[in-house]
């Protein structure tokens, strides 16, 4: 009961948003899905694709898990610029009356009403309950852009407490100057965290758009926090200031702010290429329309509103998470040495840099949703993206895996690179040094590579990666020892086996003949774990004896042996060689019936298991080891069951568009929406792409017609339809499909040649199966 409200009052948005004529993609985006219990790095209103920064408001301010904009907590306490993996900083706020700043978020935090609030892509608005402040946001890549609307007062103030701790870090150093009449500039210096292992600084500049009546701060002294006027700066950990104007009738402040974690100067020239100009509202357009063409690479027709909104919200969620890094020039911090060193990206022929750099969380799991999505819609982001991981290996010695503030963070396990890689090369996404990033693959592939970095494992000599045993014995035991989290040596010997096959994968293009061979054979290891006695994969101890007592779920996040899962799921972590997968666990029938009951089980809890519990469920749709499962029925020859259970997750699991469903709690930068795109298109691809014939699984689409954008600069086609014929409720099997008109008969896939070179795919839909259709030999 206590929910009503809040969800009656955002449906009622919906609605009224629903009735507004001819929608663009861009327009069905609802940034506050699941918003209620979410992550730092999850939610960011104000921001554009990829963007800097990433500007909203922040109702929690303590930890990186239940931070940010949580949806049920009833006051803001800042708009902070920065929502980033183990990234924060630039908070700031509006208030009336006396000034508080230096007593922190707690004294000068708001209450707000959702009723007043407006929340688009691109765009977020609040008005302040307690001082009648509106409050506007909106950004270009790189420049975050404010609007507020004070009463009529004495006393408006913009808090900028930019020493203050925030989220998971706490500042080092901060320091903040009134640099003009109208301009403010400082840095902050965000200390290290449990998975950034060194501080990184982020600069910024100030513009406002009228004059300033005072500044003045505040500084930590030996007894507490001191408020200083009659300054034009500000400086150390616990820091901040303010900018007070006095207003004898309501009136506006603009208020610009650019970032650069290269310098001052860098901020500055962000924001004279990015926002010379002072028009908000043609901003928050531009916004808007930067995010529409981005979402129109997709056009999708038929369904429900809520299903076109929860598609687009996925989208956006895709587009959103893993953030620009790099300056308007092209330069970027380089942390991965003893000292920060400033890097420039290549520049073209007029002296542009032909990419931008980006920090974010782990690519792990990314393989089934994120890899596949990007590598037939956004090509050219997935170029950037594994050309940013791939400088780590040239100015640091490893290719990342997810890079923070410019240094590693090895967050979870193995190479998750190297799936991206090779998916990419192997669709014809070449523009990237592939030598270099062959290297990379190599380096980490052996010994004090950074798959010997279990999770957060930094400094020399780590060895929780298990590289040793794995390279040695074709196995890891259950604990490898080291001192990084997920310790796991099941979990790392699969993974490292399917990453051993994507190299592989790589190595064959490239034409390495003997290194293809050498992995291929190493991408078997996971057969080492695979105990045909209990048909599970089982963890060894260091002796070669299995692990005892074994069962397949545990309670908890992680039975022994596994990374935020358990046996029932690892299991099958094979997604390079599922034929042989299916004949461990006893032929085609024995592992149908298998996974059949594990979702069956899964069922009365939506398929998802509450965060921090993972180990607990047969199916975890919730995090990422699961997320190909539903997918695994065709490969044994029951595509009419991938095709119920792919619908049935969609819908329970991801299908909610309310502040309280849609996600299930760890969206990890896009994935979870990259999953929700794929199962709504009706494509899959469960190698990930890898291979060096890469080709999509199809599934039943939710829509009645998909056209996909190519992009010129990497496909020959235009664009790819999708269409579907009896699509109604319950009609979820696929009855027959076309290619291009032909009948497809005897395989449930088209080849990624055949997606890219332009075409339709024709698919009719039926509510009983069809289990002759994508049945190999079947016609």
């Excluded at 808007?288 to 429900?304: A, F, H, P, Y």
């Excluded at 490292?496 to 050498?518: M, T, V």
């Amino acid at each position: 009961m206590l929910l009503r409200g809040p969800v009656l009052t955002f449906l009622l948005s919906l609605a009224a948003l629903a009735a507004a004529p001819e929608k663009r993609p861009a327009d069905y985006v609802e940034p506050r899905i699941d918003t209620h219990q979410t992550r730092w790095i999850f939610f960011a209103s104000a921001s554009r694709p990829f963007g800097m920064v990433a500007l909203s408001p922040d109702t929690k301010l303590d930890g990186d898990w239940g931070a940010g904009y949580i949806y049920v907590e009833p006051y803001i306490r800042a708009f902070s610029h920065i929502h980033d993996w183990q990234l924060a900083g630039v908070p700031v706020m509006p208030i009336v009356g006396r000034m508080n700043g230096h007593e922190g978020y707690e004294a000068y935090k708001a209450p707000f009403s959702h009723d007043r609030e407006v929340v688009r892509a691109g765009y977020h608005k609040v008005v302040l309950d307690n001082s009648g402040i509106t409050a506007e946001l909106t950004s270009t890549k790189r420049v975050g852009f404010h609007r507020y609307s004070f009463p009529a007062t004495g006393d408006a103030y913009i808090l900028l407490d930019t020493g203050a701790p925030i989220a998971m870090t706490k500042m080092a150093d901060a320091s903040l100057r009134k640099t003009g009449p109208r301009q403010l500039a400082g840095f902050s210096k965000m200390a290290p965290t449990q998975r950034r292992e060194k501080p990184c600084t982020v600069y910024f500049v100030i513009d406002l758009d009228r004059d300033i009546a005072e500044f003045g701060g505040w500084e930590m002294g030996a007894k507490g926090k001191t408020v200083r006027t009659g300054v034009d700066q500000v400086s150390g950990a616990d820091s901040g200031g303010y900018v007070r104007f006095r207003f004898a009738q309501p009136a506006q402040v603009r208020m610009k702010v650019a970032l650069s974690y290269v310098s001052e100067e860098n901020a500055r020239r962000n924001l004279e290429a990015e926002l010379p100009g002072w028009d908000f509202d043609a901003t928050v357009r531009a916004s808007s329309d930067e995010w529409n063409q981005w979402l129109s690479k997709i056009q999708v027709s038929g369904g429900t509103e809520q299903q076109r909104v929860k598609f687009y919200t996925d989208l956006w969620h895709a587009l959103l998470g893993r953030r620009t890094f790099s300056d308007v020039d092209g330069r970027y911090v380089d942390n991965t040495g003893a000292e920060p060193r400033i890097r420039q990206v290549p520049l073209d022929a007029q002296g542009r840099p032909t990419r931008a750099t980006y920090n974010s969380d782990a690519f792990w799991g990314s393989h089934w949703n994120l890899n596949v999505l990007w590598s037939f819609a956004y090509p050219r982001m997935m170029s950037e993206q594994v050309s940013s991981l791939v400088d780590y290996y040239t100015n640091g010695g490893m290719t990342a895996r997810g890079p923070a503030g410019g240094n590693y963070s090895f967050v979870m396990i193995g190479d998750q690179a190297m799936p991206l890689i090779a998916a990419a090369y192997n669709k014809g996404i070449r523009d990237f040094d592939a030598q270099s990033a062959y290297a990379g693959a190599l380096k980490n592939a052996y010994p004090g590579g950074i798959r010997d970095h279990a999770g957060y494992e930094f400094g020399a000599n780590a060895q929780g990666g298990g590289m040793q045993y794995y390279v040695e014995r074709g196995w890891i035991p259950a604990n490898p020892g080291g001192r990084g989290m997920h310790r796991a040596g099941a979990a790392e010997t699969l993974e490292y086996a399917y990453q051993d096959w994507c190299l592989a994968q790589f190595a064959r293009s490239l034409g390495k003949q003997k290194d293809y061979e050498l992995f291929l054979k190493r991408s078997a290891n996971w057969k080492n774990l695979f105990d045909p006695s209990v048909g599970w994969i089982r963890p060894k101890n260091a002796d070669g004896r299995w692990l005892d007592p074994f069962t397949p779920t545990c309670q908890g996040g992680a039975c022994p042996g596994f990374v935020e899962s358990n046996s029932a799921i690892y299991t099958y972590f094979v997604p390079h060689d599922m034929p042989g997968l299916i004949q461990a666990i006893g032929g085609p029938r024995k592992f149908i019936d298998k996974l059949n009951r594990q979702f069956e089980q899964a069922a009365p809890k939506r398929y998802v298991t509450p965060h921090g519990r993972h180990a607990e469920e047969w199916v975890d749709y919730e995090n990422q080891p699961s997320c190909h499962m539903a997918h695994l029925f065709t490969h044994a020859g029951a595509p009419w069951l991938t095709q119920y259970w792919v619908r049935r997750v969609k819908e329970e699991s991801y299908g909610g568009i309310t502040p309280f469903s849609g996600y299930n709690g760890d969206e990890d930068q896009g994935q979870m929406g990259g999953i929700g795109v794929l199962m709504a298109l009706g494509l899959f691809d469960v190698t990930g792409g890898a291979g060096t014939e890469p080709r999509y699984q199809i599934t039943s689409p939710l829509f009645d017609r998909i056209t996909i954008a190519l992009d010129p600069r990497y496909y020959p086609g235009k664009t790819f339809t999708i269409t579907t014929r009896g699509n109604q409720p319950g009609n979820v099997y696929i009855q027959s499909a076309r290619l291009n008109g032909k009948p497809l008969t005897g395989r449930y896939w088209i080849t990624h040649r055949e997606l890219t070179a332009g075409g339709a795919l024709d698919i009719t839909l039926g509510p009983q199966p069809n289990k002759q259709w994508g049945v190999p030999g079947a016609q």
